[in-house]
């Protein structure tokens, strides 16, 4: 089945630790996204990637980084300049990258608790 | 910028009623305007989108939403809920970024429904 994964579904860090989440995708899109969620806040974009070896910072990129080495990965590092990054994070991909109108589709999440 | 406001924090509606989530953008030029929906610790699911054309737009689980330029809004509606819509619902606007480029959605801070039986 094509969708997108991300792992850890849970994860705990102890402050001043980096941490990675994991998003991959089969679904051959070109373009990935990541968002933070909070209780009453929706949805906030931290990076974008519309093709590999190259990503733009979104509106709340800092104390985050990315990589995109291959088209079907985008991880999120959490660094420890991060200053709440107790949060749901979700990775959500789209099929091209200059293509404004594509449905984005969603992973399942990762709940990170910092310690 | 644009931005998306959805009014409500909570809605209550009994099983059997009619729904209407309400939604208001603001953006400049012609919005690409999504509803999506979010089971607790889970994803989220596209309910439905406006590009152009019908401004009556009919999406998945027998949801529908209006665009209404004159009013910078996009209701999402249901003629008769189910217990299992009990959910998160976010509004969201994609706009023609300067690059041409997939920029992100911007979004609502959500809609949380509940289902009275």
């Not at chain 2, 924090?9 to 059997?16: A, F, R, Y």
Request: net charge neutral; charged share 15%.
């Amino acid at each position: 089945d094509g969708g997108i994964t991300q792992s850890p579904k849970y994860l705990f860090r102890k402050e001043g630790q980096n941490v990675t989440l994991s998003c991959e995708q089969n679904l051959n899109h070109d373009a990935m996204y990541w968002y933070r969620q909070d209780p009453g806040q929706g949805l906030r974009l931290i990076y974008y990637s519309q093709i590999v070896n190259d990503f733009q910072k979104g509106d709340i990129a800092e104390g985050y980084s990315v990589s995109r080495e291959k088209k079907e990965s985008f991880p999120l590092t959490v660094t420890s300049a991060q200053k709440n990054p107790t949060a749901f994070y979700l990775c959500a991909s789209s099929i091209r990258a200059g293509g404004n109108t594509d449905t984005q589709y969603f992973g399942p999440g990762t709940r990170l608790t910092v310690l | 910028a644009q931005s998306v406001t959805q009014p409500d924090i909570h809605i209550t509606v009994s099983e059997g009623a009619s729904l209407e989530l309400r939604c208001n953008y603001s953006y400049g030029a012609t919005p690409y305007l999504f509803w999506y929906v979010q089971s607790p610790g889970q994803g989220l699911q596209l309910l439905l989108k406006y590009f152009s054309g019908d401004t009556l737009v009919q999406g998945i689980k027998g949801f529908e939403a209006e665009f209404k330029r004159s009013q910078s809004s996009f209701n999402l509606r249901k003629p008769s809920v189910h217990w299992s819509d009990a959910a998160e619902y976010f509004c969201a606007v994609g706009a023609s970024g300067t690059g041409g480029g997939a920029d992100g959605l911007t979004f609502g801070k959500g809609t949380h429904l509940i289902i009275q039986p």
